[in-house]
């Protein structure tokens, strides 16, 4: 949602709330936070249900340096999941409730909203998703391809079976590396688009690097 054309936007991005990131001022995170908020609130006034947030890996939040840094996280993370426009959805691991009772219990949490984002984290739903196998493997490569579609151009076939068969033989099936694998096969089957330089009437083929994370 950042990119337009291809090309990184700072005002999206801002609009987004990346500047909670570098924000090194309480009353510019304040600022950012409120965006997100007034953004749900329109979005909601469209006629949408409002804005979803997913925080990935949201156990790095453990990593902070000291528990003043995770204090102040906490009490953030307290404000965006408390808004009523604003769904949060958490991906994390057991190691962020490890931390989060480790601070909670070393008695060094003194912020209200960061003792509730504790106690109200402990209640949180959690996804307990299915083993993958190559049924179900089939089934996600399938939804993939087909919300692939509905943005980009494929050929008929795209060959996503060859995709299921390599992630079977591999020794650790893990869902996310079938999905990468299978998003970075379906760019290389989309055609390269056509770009019309400012500079002339002549089109041509940008170059671009393929890869995976």
């Known amino acids: 949602m950042a990119y337009i054309d291809g090309h990184r936007h700072l005002a999206i991005q801002v609009l987004l709330g990346a500047d909670l990131s570098w924000a090194d001022y309480s009353y510019k995170k304040d600022k950012a936070i409120r965006r997100i908020s007034d953004l749900g609130e329109f979005l909601r006034h469209l006629g949408y249900g409002g804005l979803m947030i997913q925080y990935d890996e949201l156990e790095t939040v453990g990593q902070l340096w000291n528990i003043v840094s995770r204090q102040s996280a906490y ?10 426009s ?3 959805i958490f991906a994390t691991t057991d190691l962020l409730s490890q931390k989060l009772i480790s601070d909670e219990s070393s008695g060094k949490l003194r912020d209200f909203n960061a ?19 190559a049924r179900l493997g089939l089934k996600l490569l399938q939804e993939i391809e087909g919300l692939y ?15 299921l068969e390599r992630w079977l033989r591999m020794p650790f099936r893990n869902p996310r590396r079938l999905i990468r694998h299978a998003i970075d096969h379906l760019d290389r089957q989309r055609p390269v688009p056509l770009h019309r330089q400012a500079t002339g009437d002549c089109e041509c083929s940008p170059r671009i690097a393929y890869g995976t994370n």
């Open 149 to 163: 579609r509905g943005i980009y151009p494929l050929p008929q076939d795209a060959g996503l079976g060859q995709i």
């Open 75 to 84: 009490r953030m993370l307290h404000t965006l999941t408390t808004m009523k």
């Open 115 to 133: 003792l509730s984002f504790v106690a109200d984290y402990r209640k949180l739903s959690v996804l307990d998703p299915p083993i993958i196998d």
């Open 86 to 88: 604003v769904w949060s």
